[in-house]
């Protein structure tokens, strides 16, 4: 119970550092890289590597690039849906969720 | 292309956005500290790209758009859109810093946890600003190009 209580205060803490420093900083095409800054990555990692050691963390890093590749191709959907379908930001994030998972684990199967 | 410093979002920003903020990104690491608890480290190791922080964060940029606008006299959802899409673009390129992130991370993890974190984390900045500045040459470039024209 005081793992989860840890990484939930870890993981709000980076997730807000990160959200913060995105509001502040300047141009807003710039800010948007702190929209996939490695926040949850950071807490995560941290505490696998603390209770885990490292070879756990390289397994759970490969797996990372993959689902970075997903994120990519995620929010190069959600771009589309805004400008093109014009739909609103809360449901074109929603409704390309799917090509996410598809693409993550697509590579997961295939690289393992 | 000037990279700088503004403070005034902070002050038009509500402060249950901050609780949104805080309370989603400790529930999405919970859940993926369970996920590699139930499925293994490579599954969970997916979801440290999960883009759940993203949602909210592109929802909240778009409201900030539309109330600004509508403060102005505008109606707004067009900006807000336009802001989103502009949040959307930074992503794809910061998920580009992200893989760099991990591969240094994966590379380094002989060197200890400390130095490890600290190069995964010098390589996700340098890379960010890189695609970045590569992003605003290209852009430059094209109108360059359509000027020619």
């Not at chain 1, 997730?15 to 420093?21: K, N, R």
């Not at chain 1, 948007?32 to 490292?54: D, K, Q, Y």
């Not at chain 2, 309370?23 to 599954?43: H, K, P, Q």
């Amino acid at each position: 119970m005081s793992e989860y209580l840890i990484r939930f205060l870890l993981g709000g803490l980076f997730v807000s550092l990160f959200s913060i420093i995105g509001d502040i900083v300047r141009p807003k095409s710039f800010a948007g890289l702190f929209g996939a800054a490695p926040s949850v990555a950071l807490a995560t990692l941290g505490i696998a590597w603390a209770e885990h050691g490292a070879s756990y963390v390289g397994v759970q890093a490969t797996a990372m690039i993959w689902g970075a590749i997903a994120l990519a191709c995620y929010s190069i959907v959600v771009c589309q849906l805004l400008m093109r379908a014009q739909l609103g930001a809360l449901a074109a994030t929603l409704v390309a969720m799917p090509v996410w998972l598809l693409v993550a684990f697509e590579f997961h199967a295939v690289a393992g | 292309m000037q990279i700088g410093l503004s403070t005034s979002p902070l002050a038009n920003s509500r402060w249950y956005e901050y609780v949104i903020r805080f309370v989603l990104g400790g529930a999405v690491t919970v859940f993926t500290g369970m996920i590699s608890s139930e499925f293994g480290a490579a599954v969970g190791g997916l979801f440290l790209a999960l883009p759940a922080i993203f949602c909210a964060s592109a929802t909240l940029i778009e409201r900030h758009e539309i109330r600004r606008k509508r403060e102005a006299g505008g109606e707004g959802a067009r900006r807000g859109r336009g802001a989103a899409a502009l949040d959307a673009t930074g992503a794809a390129l910061g998920s580009v810093a992200m893989i760099a992130f991990a591969v240094v991370l994966l590379v380094t993890t002989s060197w200890g946890a400390a130095a490890a974190f600290a190069c995964a984390s010098l390589a996700w900045v340098v890379m960010a600003v890189a695609m970045w500045v590569l992003r605003w040459i290209v852009k430059r470039e094209i109108r360059r190009a359509r000027a020619r024209r």
